[in-house]
């Protein structure tokens, strides 16, 4: 099910955005908080945010699509940040990333169809020594050669 099929519990959404009722400048934390909670923002949660604020949700959709953190659609179990900065596309970012696709048949910004794993390429991880990189769920793995990507991704399988 995605997107208006889904029915949102919004008890510990309501009560975080009431301990943020009259402060100004709270829209991120309100915003991180319920991606947190949902695991990305879907419209029926940004309208809810709305109203609670009392802003128009064309403010709160400004915002959150300003900011890169935040996701509008669900990701998977596994989410992969694929590092494409200039030492890890120098040293075979497109290989890890042909390795990724090899293996679990997605793409920038894709989901598997079994909702496990979802790919991100990002600028920059901060890990150049240990370039290419990846992270998986924050997990960080690098020196990365095509079989050593399909290893790892394998690993994230349920057995």
Request: aromatic share 10%; net charge negative; hydrophobic share 35%.
């Amino acid at each position: 099910m995605r997107g208006s099929e889904l029915r949102f519990d919004y008890a510990e959404l309501d009560e975080y955005i009431g301990k943020y009722e009259g402060v100004e400048g709270s829209l991120i934390t309100i915003l991180q908080k319920a991606q947190e909670i949902y695991g990305y923002l879907p419209r029926e949660v940004i309208e809810r945010i709305s109203g609670a604020l009392k802003l128009k949700p064309a403010k709160v959709y400004g915002v959150a699509t300003f900011y890169t953190q935040f996701r509008f659609e669900p990701v998977g179990k596994y989410l992969i940040m694929l590092c494409k900065g200039t030492a890890c596309h120098v040293n075979g970012a497109k290989g890890v990333e042909d390795a990724v696709f090899d293996e679990l048949g997605i793409s920038d910004g894709e989901t598997t169809d079994d909702g496990l794993f979802t790919l991100n390429c990002v600028a920059c991880l901060g890990c150049c020594s240990l370039s290419p990189v990846m992270m998986v769920n924050g997990e960080t793995h690098g020196l990365l050669t095509g079989d050593k990507v399909k290893a790892i991704l394998r690993g994230y399988r349920p057995r």
